[in-house]
């Protein structure tokens, strides 16, 4: 048992090493916590609480509960593939500085039934304590609190998905007390970290006009929502250290960076998208006749290319059939026979697909990047881009008016 205790904290040590090591080189990272409940006060709420109210109750909640577990998703971009790499770990959490503490029977059942392992937490949670604040290193044998170190040393841009209770969490397990007051808690927070983004609070502003999304703000809802609609590179490394039941620490800070890019990245598109409308349509009010004409000329063109199409059809014996009678076939075939990527104006292409290549194989039509539509191309975006600024450390509320907070301005 002895040899079986070393392993494991060696284990332990090791597993803390590499999360510090991907820390250090990440350009985001990606926060989920669990808890042993959330409010001492588990009565519905009939109506929405102001931000201040609904913080004084998280506030006074906090402390009594325990973290239970920590998922971290450490996002790297790699330039020569044009990918954005995850890398996930998940660390139950033993405090070293308080033994008593509150549960809430129902967060158990929950966590249990989405596979949260209550003897592997009493058996081999990873210690931690609050960081010094004013020491600029720590050490000792890695723990828990190294991380948080890590984080706080590293400086990197942190998300969350309605994420206030990770905030709280985070400081009052790892800082100090929280502030009873919501803007001093702002003011503490992005003193150690100077960049928060929360998925739900991106969602919440872009649900219906960018996303087109009518349904729930769940983190699984959104993924599920948003993978069509972005040709973005994301790639899970290492897809052995990110467990994979729902609701695990490291599961859902995983999907929470999934989420997160996906957002930013559809979000500044569409923007590029409606910048473009706007000037071709002070270009046609301005000139209305050149308008015109550059339509009469694409027409020509069209028509042109057309009738190209069917010429080469009919030399190589392909049965080709006219537009009006459904022909969008025939001309896939004509185009593949002869090589070329030209404009299909089919229903197809209307749906967002066409037909690259002579394999005839489908692909998004905004994988083919241009200068006016390049969407979030590095991590240098996220503090510089407006788009992204417009979500600088503000965290989405639940059930309170406004339904948000903001923790300060954004970054530089």
Same mark, same amino acid.
Request: glycine fraction near 6%; aromatic fraction near 8%.
């Given at each position: ?18 999360? +510090? ?5 990440? *350009? ?7 808890? @042993?409940?959330? /409010? ?6 009939? &109506? ?52 008593? /503490? ?14 949260? *392992? ?28 190294? +991380? ?26 790892? +800082? ?61 490394? *290492? ?8 609701? @695990? ?75 009006? &009678? ?57 503090? &510089?881009?407006? +788009?992204?600024?417009? /979500? ?21």
């Amino acid at each position: 048992q002895e040899l079986q205790g070393q392993g494991a904290m060696a284990d332990q040590r090791a597993a803390v090493s590499r999360c +510090i090591s991907d820390i250090e080189v990440a *350009d985001l990272v990606a926060l989920d916590l669990e808890f @042993s409940g959330l /409010f001492l006060d588990t009565k519905l709420q009939r &109506s929405a609480l102001t931000f201040e109210d609904y913080f004084a109750k998280c506030a006074e909640s906090v402390p009594k509960f325990l973290a239970l577990q920590l998922g971290l998703c450490c996002v790297q971009f790699r330039r020569d593939t044009a990918t954005w790499e995850l890398r996930t770990h998940q660390f139950d959490l033993w405090p070293q500085e308080q033994r008593i /503490f509150t549960v809430d029977l129902q967060s158990l059942r929950f966590l249990r039934a989405h596979g949260f *392992d209550f003897n592997v937490f009493l058996e081999k949670a990873c210690p931690y304590k609050r960081m010094k604040l004013d020491a600029k290193s720590s050490t000792g044998s890695p723990t828990a609190t190294h +991380i948080l170190a890590a984080l706080r040393k590293a400086q990197v841009p942190l998300v969350v998905h309605n994420g206030l209770f990770d905030l709280l969490h985070l400081y009052d397990k790892f +800082i100090a007390d929280v502030p009873q007051d919501i803007q001093d808690f702002g003011k503490a927070w992005l003193e150690q970290f100077p960049l928060t983004f929360d998925t739900r609070f991106v969602a919440q502003e872009g649900r219906l006009q960018v996303f087109k999304h009518l349904g729930g703000l769940t983190l699984d809802a959104l993924r599920s929502q948003l993978r069509g609609q972005s040709n973005l590179k994301v790639q899970r490394c *290492d897809e052995s250290t990110a467990p994979g039941s729902t609701h @695990s620490g490291g599961y859902d800070a995983t999907v929470t960076a999934e989420v997160f890019l996906l957002e930013l990245d559809i979000w500044i598109r569409f923007q590029q998208r409606k910048k473009q409308e706007r000037q071709e349509k002070q270009a046609a009010a301005e000139n209305p006749q050149n308008a015109e004409n550059a339509k009469t000329l694409e027409d020509g063109e069209n028509a042109t290319q057309k009738a190209k199409n069917v010429e080469k059809a009919e030399n190589e014996g392909n049965e080709v059939v006219s537009q009006e &009678s459904g022909g969008e076939n025939g001309q896939k075939e004509a185009k593949q026979n002869s090589g070329e990527t030209q404009e299909n104006h089919s229903i197809e292409e209307e749906e967002g697909w066409s037909v690259v290549g002579q394999r005839g194989r489908k692909r998004k039509r905004g994988a083919e990047e241009t200068p006016e539509e390049k969407g979030l191309t590095c991590p240098s975006l996220l503090e &510089s881009h407006k +788009i992204c600024r417009r /979500f600088h450390n503000k965290i989405a509320l639940v059930n309170t008016s406004p339904a948000f907070f903001v923790m300060g301005p954004p970054k530089g």
